[in-house]
């Protein structure tokens, strides 16, 4: 049997009442961070296959940067959806040749796919990011 869930708010004061949809927003968002590290990974495992074999996958990718670009807004991540439709035109200009990956696609790709990880990455991290990029300034 299924565990009782209670719908408390720990300090809150609002026992048994529905979470607010800030609540569930937040909820939604928490699970979109912890999803994202397996889709980033099937984009990493994608670009690999495409620089042996040029071809195999790039419809493939094409709807993982597709995925992200309408998904990252919903969550509240409009600059993951900016980066979705970034992969997404790498490789619609890619299907566009006949489905001949070029080596610029795949950097393109690349590049996208870091500033993805960036995304994700837990906000300490990406303030550790931020100092190092300026002290490289």
């Known amino acids: 049997m299924p565990e009782k869930v209670s719908w408390e708010r720990r300090g809150s004061g609002r026992a048994n009442q ?7 927003m937040a909820g939604l968002r928490a699970e979109y961070l912890h999803d994202s590290e397996a889709k980033l990974e099937a984009i990493a495992l994608l670009i690999e296959a495409l ?18 670009k309408g998904s990252g807004l919903t969550y509240g991540f409009p600059r993951v959806s900016f980066l979705g439709a970034r992969g997404e035109e790498a490789c619609r200009i890619a299907a566009k040749r006949g489905g ?26 990406r ?8 002290l490289a300034l």
């Not at 620089?51 to 992200?68: D, K, N, P, Y």
């Open 127 to 134: 303030a550790v990011e931020a100092m190092g990029a300026s």
């Open 18 to 24: 529905a979470p607010t949809w800030a609540d569930a």
């Open 51 to 68: 620089e042996g074999s040029g071809r195999e996958g790039l419809s493939e990718l094409q709807t993982r940067f597709h995925g992200l």
């Open 100 to 125: 001949l990956v070029l080596a610029s696609d795949l950097t393109e790709c690349r590049a996208v796919l870091q500033s993805l990880r960036r995304e994700f990455a837990p906000a300490p991290f």
